[in-house]
């Protein structure tokens, strides 16, 4: 007689389909910094906590994810804003970053730059080769 198993069949708590999570080394860094003149108007753009979230739900209805945290090697907060789950898109495997000294400043950054770089990104993504140690 053959052994049955009543569980379901599954694999280490995964689903069996082939991975969508990105890589480190399959992501490009947007390399785009504010000019001078850019920089002035990303200092001067007042926006409440309101006015925040209204900037970031079209990004966020795309699938775009932001993920803010402390960078203490910079010593100032960090967003990095990437699109996840579009594989179609130009700026899929990108990440656009804004810094700032507060976590509101390092969106509101980000939020900048995409603006000022407009719909695709792709112009700015650079892929950074890996240093190997022969």
Not at 21 to 30: H, I
Not at 41 to 48: E, G
Not at 61 to 72: C, H, N
């Amino acid at each position: 007689m053959g052994q049955t198993n009543d569980k379901p069949n599954k694999r280490d708590g995964r689903s069996g389909k082939p991975s969508t999570v990105e890589r480190f080394s399959d992501v490009r860094f947007v390399q785009y910094e504010l000019n001078e003149v850019e920089s002035k108007q990303c200092k001067s753009w007042s926006l409440d906590a309101a006015e925040t979230w209204d900037a970031m739900l079209p990004l966020l209805d795309e699938g775009y994810a932001f993920t803010v945290k402390y960078e203490g090697q910079n010593n100032c907060y960090a967003c990095f804003v990437a699109l996840r789950g579009v594989e179609n898109h130009p700026n899929s495997g990108l990440i656009l970053t804004g810094r700032g000294s507060t976590p509101s400043k390092a969106v509101k950054q980000a939020l900048f730059k995409h603006n000022a770089i407009d719909a695709s990104w792709v112009q700015f993504g650079e892929r950074r080769a890996t240093v190997l140690d022969d």
